[in-house]
């Protein structure tokens, strides 16, 4: 499986006794067969993959793929599988060592604490927790809880899952749009509330709790009419009328928003300051919305011109109130402000990951206030890690230069290890990448096609090595299969030099439904890539030579898991869905351009990296070493540093 015990974990297994250690060592190998994917049969249409699929003609090919289609998946081509020489290759193994109580319980807080939104894998651990603890729970939650996803999250499944969760509830809920996000997720909805929810009965004890809690918020009719479908869909299942003497104050915006009664807001009042270019007034409004205010930032200081001294002040003296996440991302983009680069790239949230684009018209600011701008930003993290406790000598890899910090994870997959979008990790020296996948049929039949797309340096389209091109530039595709009742795969081997003698930079693995069904109704479906020196040795699916594995759930019909840069050596962490040309077959010739904007989106992604966020937490609380072994606190690649993103969204982008 590609790694090995540690001493501390075969001292402490040695004095297990056989069947205690038995136990222990097939629960270990399941898992870790579960991570790779080792826990599934790979049975490509080639059981001789990649030899047999050079050594055949294109012709032979083609008929093969011909009847297969035509018998609908049930003839395969009559091969015999071969003997394959041992795995001739070292891979580097993983140390698994022993945990404490106390650092298992410790996952759960670290999560709750994170300042960034959360995966579903970490929301399944999460409940995991709470079912498991119940009241104990409490022992493990912090004192904040920083990001208000999870929060609504975490307080719906202590309404199910304990006997104590009001107290605690009403000390979490302080918005209206908290109380909207608990109302969510209570009936399973996404609480980033991208998406709108199907609410179901409430019962009148859960009535009670949420008009309870919305009654004791401030301002909730301006907060209410942020999101006025969502709460009148929601007023019908609360019956606000019924507890009108009760809850006097939510029934009123109830009415607000159902009968459209005039109503002044905060935002409404600020759009008209910016209108009229009253930057006095705006100024005014924003000093008591630090966040809205760093949000804008740009937009104020381009209306103010010139004369912008007065918004740099104000800014100056509330950078301090605004959270870690959003001075990481004002400071980066204003220390690129005035880079020459064609496209704005944003990746708006929900529980589908996908990369929106636009031209980049931003007229030039002055650099100078570009970088009183960014100064401010790093002054004010400075100061607030500075309050956090010392780190020593700390090491900081160069290489974390490539990691970006992870902001948002609430679309993540769930994968062998996990990095933010646009990371770049180095590619192992072998010269051939082994992409896979393995599916099952849903209640229908499920076609999936694995493909390699290859671009230039100027991201203009090569060639693709699909299911309708199984051989190019050296690379060779194991088969088109287009039934899995009992499960499926394909394979596709790249070598990166014949790739590099045509002119291929990028190259981008693509997983197509071509039977259309989204991938959260199959009942499984993981894709990755291997590396491999001596592509015909070992078997064709090697655990130990896994990379990168993760498992393909999200409600869309394309999958680009990763995208790979030939001429600098790395692949590019993507994790992100497309959407269908509604006029031609799911196939990669109809989706080009969705795949370019993709590639092209990853590549020039603007975004903090982890090498200056833990740069600035250095230099606040802690002496910078440039040797390794005299640090007393190491970020590095080597270590893992990148993909604890638990860690680094709870302990280092603190508020």
Request: glycine share 4%; net charge neutral.
């Amino acid at each position: 499986m590609g790694c090995a015990a540690s001493r501390e974990l075969i001292d402490a297994s040695s004095k297990l006794s056989l069947s205690a250690l038995t136990t222990i060592n097939n629960d270990a190998l399941n898992a870790l067969r579960k991570a790779r994917g080792a826990h599934r049969p790979f049975k490509p249409m080639y059981p001789n993959f990649p030899s047999q699929v050079m050594n055949m003609s294109d012709a032979s090919l083609y008929w093969n793929a011909i009847m297969h289609y035509l018998t609908n998946g049930r003839f395969f081509p009559g091969s015999e599988k071969e003997p394959r020489p041992p795995l001739d290759e070292k891979s580097k193994l993983e140390v698994l060592t022993i945990g404490t109580q106390a650092e298992f319980d410790n996952l759960f807080t670290k999560l709750v604490s994170s300042n960034t939104s959360i995966s579903q894998r970490d929301k399944d651990d999460l409940s995991w927790f709470v079912a498991h603890y119940k009241d104990d729970i409490e022992r493990l939650l912090p004192d904040k809880i920083p990001n208000r996803e999870i929060k609504a999250f975490l307080c719906a499944e202590l309404v199910r899952l304990t006997t104590n969760a009001t107290k605690r509830l009403t000390a979490l809920c302080d918005t209206a749009t908290d109380v909207l996000r608990l109302s969510v997720a209570m009936n399973g909805g996404d609480v980033s509330l991208s998406e709108p929810t199907k609410f179901g009965r409430i019962s009148r004890s859960e009535r009670r709790l949420l008009l309870e809690l919305l009654e004791s918020q401030k301002n909730i009719i301006e907060d209410m009419l942020r999101w006025k479908g969502r709460w009148i869909r929601l007023g019908e299942r609360l019956h606000p009328g019924e507890y009108k003497r009760k809850y006097p104050q939510s029934a009123q915006a109830f009415e607000v928003l159902r009968n459209d009664l005039p109503a002044q807001t905060f935002s409404s009042q600020l759009e008209s300051a910016l209108e009229r270019r009253d930057i006095t007034e705006v100024l005014s409004m924003l000093k008591s919305r630090p966040g809205d205010f760093a949000r804008k930032l740009d937009h104020i200081l381009r209306i103010a011109g010139v004369d912008c001294s007065s918004v740099i002040e104000t800014f100056f003296a509330v950078s301090t109130k605004v959270s870690t996440p959003v001075l990481l991302q004002v400071k980066q983009h204003f220390v690129s402000r005035n880079a020459d680069r064609d496209l704005r790239i944003f990746l708006p949230k929900g529980q589908i990951a996908r990369a929106h684009a636009e031209i980049n018209n931003l007229p030039e600011l002055d650099p100078a206030v570009c970088d009183r701008v960014a100064a401010i930003c790093s002054q004010a993290l400075t100061k607030r890690f500075s309050k956090l406790s010392s780190l020593g000598k700390c090491f900081i890899d160069p290489e974390l230069k490539n990691f970006l910090v992870p902001f948002s994870q609430r679309s993540a997959s769930k994968s062998l290890r996990t990095a933010a979008r646009g990371s770049r990790l180095p590619l192992p020296n072998a010269d051939t990448l082994r992409f896979f996948v393995w599916w099952k049929n849903g209640r229908d039949r499920a076609d999936l096609d694995l493909s390699a797309v290859m671009f230039d340096k100027d991201f203009c389209f090569i060639a693709a090595i699909t299911f309708y091109d199984l051989k190019n530039f050296g690379g060779h595709h194991s088969g088109d299969i287009v039934d899995a009742p009992l499960g499926a795969s394909e394979f596709i081997d790249i070598s990166k030099e014949r790739c590099a003698q045509h002119g291929v930079r990028y190259i981008v693995m693509t997983v197509n439904s071509y039977t259309e069904q989204p991938y959260c109704d199959l009942p499984e479906c993981f894709a990755g890539w291997m590396s491999r020196v001596k592509p015909n040795s070992g078997e064709i699916y090697e655990p130990k030579t896994v990379q990168d594995k993760l498992d393909i759930s999200s409600n869309t019909k394309i999958a680009v898991p990763a995208i790979f840069d030939l001429q600098d050596d790395q692949v590019i962490w993507t994790d992100m869905s497309l959407a269908k040309s509604p006029y031609w077959y799911n196939t990669v010739a109809a989706n080009l351009w969705g795949m370019q904007l993709t590639l092209k989106s990853m590549v020039t992604l603007n975004k903090p990296n982890l090498y200056d966020l833990f740069k600035l937490h250095a230099e606040a609380r802690g002496t910078l070493v440039t040797v390794e072994q005299d640090a007393d606190t190491v970020f590095s690649v080597a270590k893992g540093t990148p993909f604890d993103l638990a860690s680094i969204a709870s302990e280092f982008m603190r508020t």
